[in-house]
């Protein structure tokens, strides 16, 4: 066999790969949205009814499941879960991850508080002033996040650990942005329905609306830390810091009439600080990774 005919057979065989890979891709995202919806429905009303930690950890897991169930029906195997660190640059994306949301919140809120367009509170039952919030931030960051990571994992295992990776190798036009989109809208239902973020009165449309741009925007910074390591650890750490930081110690000593406009998940000098934060992510080169690299004991 000549030289240009062998290369020629390569190449064929490469493209049949790649087309094989995007139609399997494919059916898995199909099969994933499928799934996620039939999964998310119950446990999202059982959540709304029950109130409790059990519906929300149901909910949560619903994309995970999902994500099970695709794998099982196409028979794809688990290896690219990527439930395995890689070396040094995963472990600064650890700390990267738990960081991150003390930083939005500390920028974001800071100047909310300082500005007056909300106010600083210690809600009932909790000492009053920055000593004891400074203990509640590091009780959150520390076992609010270890905690947290039981329900981040189930999230993640669906969101980072198949959705995006598959709507990469479908050749879907900016995967980040679809996934995140996806991500938002899997909210939505609660938001609607008066179960999340309108406990603080404001505008459910509006908010509606925030948390969309929101959440797409966070979302290539979960991206970053999931495909620049190859490993999912990194996200799962900062879901679980995000909603601790965020949820358990930043919002409930937040109070004011505008509040909800401008802090909290939805709040736009939130916004504000996670578009500059992608920013910051996105100024250095990064890599497309479904598992983490393997190291050799000299790096």
Known sequence: MAPGQREDQLVGASVLEQGERRRI????????????IALSAPAMAFAVIAKNDIGVLLLMWAPGLAALIARLILHEGFADISLRLGGRRSWWALLIGLGYPVAIAVAAYGVGWASGLAQFTSPAGSSSGWVSFGGELLVGVGLGTAVGLVFALGEELG???????????AEVPQPILVSGLI?????????????????????VPVIALLFVVQVTVVSYVFARLRL????????VVLHASWNSVIQSVFDPHTTGSHAW???GEQGVLTLAANVIGVLILYRWPGRL??????????R
């Open 289 to 298: 990774l479904r598992q983490p690299p393997t190291y050799s004991p000299a």
């Open 183 to 203: 991500w938002a809208a899997w909210h939505l239902p609660l938001i609607i329905g008066g179960s999340y973020l309108t406990g603080n009165g404001g505008s």
């Open 159 to 169: 969101w980072r650990g198949y959705l995006l990776t598959r709507l990469i190798d």
């Open 25 to 36: 891709a494919r059916r898995g995202v199909g099969i994933f949205l499928i799934a996620l």
């Open 228 to 235: 620049d390591t190859g490993s999912i650890w990194p996200v």
């Open 261 to 263: 406009l401008w802090l």
